[in-house]
């Protein structure tokens, strides 16, 4: 059973930067899109940014663009998610997801294109 798990949530004050990591246990990590999608305090889980297989591609919320940047490390099997000048509505559960059972699949903003997700990191902003 492949596993994704996401780390480096908290607590910060607008203005401030995070990254969080997602890992891998999947032994093709080279061959998956990944994507982190988000979803804040009663509301609906959304798409906030992806990455092809080889990083070449990225894709990003309208919200995020310029503030956040995916990468990955395919080596260490692991996608990051630098997060700058985080703003409250930051504030939500961040997931991890990948496309593991299309390799070499282009970015998506749909979650349902995404066949393996992690359990999420608490990411809050204060104002």
């Known amino acids: 059973q492949l596993h994704l798990v996401e780390s480096g949530g908290g607590l910060v004050q607008a203005g401030a930067s995070l990254t969080i990591t997602c890992t891998s246990s999947d032994r093709y990590f080279d061959s998956d899109a990944m994507g982190w999608f988000r979803q804040p305090p009663e509301k609906a889980r959304e798409f906030v940014a992806a990455?092809?297989?080889?990083?070449?591609?990225?894709d990003y919320a309208d919200s995020v663009k310029g503030r956040f940047t995916i990468s990955r490390d395919n080596a260490k099997k692991t996608v990051y998610l630098q997060m700058n000048n985080l703003v409250p509505a930051d504030t939500a559960v961040y997931y991890c997801?990948?496309?593991?059972?299309?390799?070499?699949?282009?970015?998506?903003?749909?979650?349902?294109?995404?066949?393996?997700w992690g359990r999420g990191t608490q990411v809050t902003v204060t104002s």
């Open positions: 997801a990948g496309r593991t059972d299309n390799p070499y699949a282009r970015t998506s903003r749909y979650d349902i294109e995404y066949a393996t």
């Open positions: 990455i092809n297989w080889s990083g070449g591609s990225t």
